[in-house]
């Protein structure tokens, strides 16, 4: 006996549909409405998938984009740091001939210490990208080496100062009695006593009203003090490295010999002592027993010449 099935079929208007099918038919229908399940969940899963494939190659542009002007400006802004870095070797130059020290060659300054890194893997990317990559990667290396060899070189530069700060303290440099113009300076004028003879002047003048302070130029000892002659009441700084000071016509001496005194300590007051015609300092400076113009000896900025 065969044996068949009934499909009944009721619409929304329970319009009743039936129909009888072989029995055989119902795995069928199954199988079928099955592979279409399938089918369209398989096209649903492939469509979904393109559309996240598509979302996720859209960002990594706009991602790719913004690197790449990131990068685009990092270069230009690493390669404006890179230009303005000549300032400063310009001014470790200057610093170093200052010091007497020999400068660094610019092709060292150039060289840096670059070179040691493994050159980067850029297969993957655009030869723009590469480009780019490449050179802000050079300029990085050239800015590492220029910072530590300038580094190294400030370390050097700080320990010749250190060095030298003894010296220098000891070298007349400031102006003794700051503020007041310099007057008749070192070499041959007419005497200002008998306003005939030319006589050699050892010194330079500098015009301040009496009892004005009178500073030691630099550190040193106190040789002499008293009254010398035409310098009148006089003081006399021995600064070491064959530099020695003269303060003369001062009207008062505010130290004694053998006194250790500092650059800028107050050591006497200007006067009209000795062979003189009006208040003044007369100031010397006597190097290795020469007596020399002591006007390169001090701090001019700011100072009036007559
Ligand atoms: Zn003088």
Known sequence: MRESAHIILVSQR????????????????????????????????????????????????????????????????????????????????????????????????????GGSKPAPDYDNLSSGTANLLGDLNETFDAMFGKCYLREASFEEISARIESKK???????????????????????????????????????????????????????????????????????????????TRYAHCNSILAKRGDIVKRGQMVATVGSTGRTTCSHLHYEVIVSGIKVNPVPYIDTSGIIFD
């Open 14 to 113: 329970f319009n009743i549909l039936s129909t009888k099918l072989p029995r055989i038919a119902i795995p069928v229908i199954l199988g079928v409405i099955a592979c279409m399940i399938v089918v369209t969940a398989t096209l649903f899963f492939i469509n979904t998938r393109d559309m996240l494939t598509e979302l996720t190659i859209q960002r990594s542009e706009r991602e790719h984009q913004q690197l790449v002007a990131q990068l685009d400006s990092l270069h230009g802004y690493v390669s404006t740091m890179d230009m303005d870095f000549d300032e400063k070797i310009f001014n470790d130059n200057r610093q170093r001939t200052y010091l007497q020290m020999s400068c660094i060659h610019p092709d060292i300054w150039s060289m840096g210490i």
């Open 166 to 244: 003894y010296l220098w303290a000891h070298i007349p440099s400031i102006h003794p009695v700051p503020g007041r113009r310099l007057g008749s300076g070192f070499g041959y004028r007419v005497d200002p006593i008998n306003k005939r003879t030319i006589r050699m002047h050892w010194g330079v003048d500098i015009g301040a009203s009496r009892g004005t302070p009178i500073y030691a130029t630099a550190d040193g000892v106190v040789s002499y003090t008293g009254w010398n002659g035409g310098y009148g009441l006089c003081i006399d700084v021995a600064h070491g490295y064959g530099f020695k």
